[in-house]
């Protein structure tokens, strides 16, 4: 993806996951607005011409897969930290999931579980290969932990998945997590 279409995409995560009062636009309890008014807000706000063909484009593009147009409106797909509700119902997850983290985040994680921190949930990664991708965010060189989500789930942890591959939580208690 070029650096322009990389620059929008990070910018409309931004809005849709964070601050979308920023551009003067609401969502609703599902993280949803209008696709009409989010290109009209935004191109006033940030004066950068959008539409929804270069939103298609980003989205078509992009691996990270972090927003998702939905009839007439648009969502961030996880990674929120405005109060959302999960699209997807609960969901039985597959036997691991993985967390990328950093070496000193660790050691607090393996001690007092994945915190949701300032975000609506944890993100657990489908895949190791992903989980190192994200955990390079905070580290060169992240160690990433394995969660036993079935054992969690049948303990009553509830999971959401994203058409991502990354799947959603609460809260996740230190007995569900190994070292990888």
Do not use: C
């Not at 070029?2 to 609703?28: M, N």
């Not at 797909?77 to 597959?94: E, R």
């Not at 999931?97 to 944890?122: C, N, P, W």
């Not at 932990?145 to 509830?158: F, H, P």
């Amino acid at each position: 993806m070029d650096k322009q279409l990389v620059r929008l995409s990070k910018k409309l995560s931004f809005i849709l996951r964070h601050e979308p009062e920023r551009i003067g636009i609401t969502l609703d309890q599902f993280g949803r607005v209008d696709l009409k008014e989010l290109i009209q807000k935004f191109n006033q706000h940030y004066q950068t011409p959008i539409d929804t063909k270069k939103i298609a484009q980003i989205s078509a593009q992009s691996n990270k897969q972090r927003f998702a147009i939905e009839g007439n409106t648009i969502r961030a797909l996880y990674g929120h930290s405005v109060p959302v509700k999960p699209l997807a119902k609960k969901s039985q997850p597959p036997m691991f999931l993985y967390h990328g983290t950093s070496h000193l985040a660790a050691g607090l994680i393996m001690q007092d579980g994945l915190k949701k921190m300032e975000r609506s949930f944890v993100h657990l990664s489908a895949d190791f290969q992903n989980a190192q991708q994200v955990g390079q965010r905070h580290d060169p060189h992240p160690v990433i932990l394995k969660i036993k989500s079935q054992q969690a789930a049948s303990a009553g942890i509830l999971f959401y998945p994203t058409k991502s591959g990354v799947w959603l939580t609460d809260y996740l208690p230190p007995q569900f997590i190994l070292p990888e």
